[in-house]
């Protein structure tokens, strides 16, 4: 997939491919990165051992989890590699779960992608593959995060009745950031949208409350709305990936909801654990 400094290192896993499926009971998109070979700026070097251990753990808890009581019950597992893998083990370990189907009837996809918009450009792509089959609900987790309760699925398929929320789930509470300048980069006028897609703007930073990487559950009908009206998830173009992944991807996808008339809580769903590192729950 190109090059980075003197190293050729070439994409391993194929891009994501429309489903062979009619149905599910929901996707559940999976974001991870690997990278090692990455800029000095990036303030996650060195994270990727670490990041390993979460997919592992992950999949382990998943794979132990009697995730429904739903009839016929299916869930596709939808792990997006951002950016380059180049660790063998890394490799062959993904290898020896892509395609597989484990625990309580959870079928795992691996895809991988440029790293362009963190977690909300990972959903989008699964979102475009999947959205035409019939499936009602999706989520999207970081991979170092975990559901801890059995049948969470039918516990948010539940809370999900009604149409007030957008999405909901569990992260880092609330916060806003300068709308004009975010870590010394200046934020362009039209990353903010109104709910028919035209520039919005004198922003403050109350409109700009968000929710931080995690645990998130959509209805189909406002991922629809959503891409109907903006044709993304995240405004991101790979510039920076502290900028991608928070302003333009976690940022943006929260403003974009209230702009929709939606609410969005990170309080809602009580079943999320915390961030591990490595073997250890923090």
Request: charged share 25%; proline share 3%.
């Amino acid at each position: 997939m190109g090059y980075m400094g003197k190293e050729r290192i070439f994409r391993v896993f194929d891009p994501l491919h429309i489903p062979k499926i009619n149905k599910t009971d929901c996707v559940l998109h999976i974001s991870s990165f690997l990278q090692e070979s990455k800029e000095k700026s990036d303030r996650r070097e060195g994270d990727s051992p670490r990041d390993f251990n979460c997919i592992k753990s992950l999949i382990g808890e998943i794979s132990n989890q009697r995730i429904s009581n739903r009839e016929g019950f299916r869930l596709d597992a939808v792990i997006s590699i951002n950016g380059h893998v180049e660790n063998q083990e890394y490799i062959d370990y993904l290898k020896s779960i892509n395609g597989t189907v484990i625990g309580n009837n959870v079928h795992i996809t691996i895809f991988q992608r440029p790293n362009v918009g963190w977690q909300w450009g990972g959903f989008h792509d699964v979102w475009m593959r999947y959205k035409d089959i019939d499936c009602n609900w999706y989520a999207t987790i970081e991979s170092d995060n975990y559901l801890t309760q059995d049948n969470w699925l039918d516990i948010a398929i539940e809370m999900s009745e009604g149409d007030e929320y957008g999405f909901f789930g569990k992260h880092q509470k609330d916060f806003p950031i300068d709308p004009y300048n975010f870590s010394s980069i200046a934020i362009p006028s039209n990353v903010w949208r109104t709910g028919d897609n035209k520039t919005k703007n004198n922003m403050v930073k109350e409109d700009t409350l968000h929710s931080s990487g995690g645990f998130f559950f959509c209805k189909k009908s406002f991922l629809q709305k959503m891409d109907e009206v903006y044709g993304c998830f995240t405004h991101s173009m790979g510039c920076n990936w502290l900028f991608d992944g928070i302003v333009l991807g976690e940022v943006i996808f929260s403003h974009k909801t209230r702009e929709l008339g939606y609410k969005y809580s990170s309080e809602k769903f009580p079943y999320y654990a915390k961030a591990w590192r490595g073997e250890d729950y923090i």
